[in-house]
């Protein structure tokens, strides 16, 4: 009987073997997502000011000037027409916070300072 001569091996072959394809083709749809999901938050994220209104800050009386829109972000949340009176708080950035009652924490919405005056016009 003859020897047996060993089989050659079989590598699988580089054209089928699409393992790392797969792979590779995860790892960019998790980065395109990721990538699409900050862009997404930087476009739609809700604006809030540069400052934190201090809670022991006392609200003082002022008066609206001219027709003044308050605001809470992008969002328009009340209209006050000249010589309405409001409940306001100061912000560290220029800011005026204005709010429902003179105790009150439940915040109406932010106003541009040259807006409100102390006095009724």
């Known amino acids: 009987m003859p020897p047996k001569t ?5 590598l699988p072959s580089r054209a089928s073997d699409s393992r790392g394809f797969v792979v590779l083709g995860a790892l960019i749809l998790v980065v395109g997502i ?5 862009l997404l938050g930087k476009l739609i994220r809700y604006q809030y000011p540069d400052a934190y209104i201090p809670a022991t ?6 008066y609206a000037v001219a027709p003044v829109e308050l605001h809470d972000g992008e969002r328009v949340t009340s209209r006050l027409a000249p010589g309405d009176s409001v409940w306001t708080s100061q912000l560290e950035n220029g ?6 009652h003179p105790t009150s924490t439940e915040l109406v919405g932010f106003a541009p300072p040259s807006a409100l005056s102390p006095t009724r016009p």
């Open 6 to 10: 060993p089989l050659p091996l079989r």
């Open 34 to 38: 990721m990538v699409a999901a900050v």
């Open 57 to 62: 800050q006392q609200h003082e009386l002022r």
């Open 95 to 100: 800011d005026v916070a204005v709010f429902a």
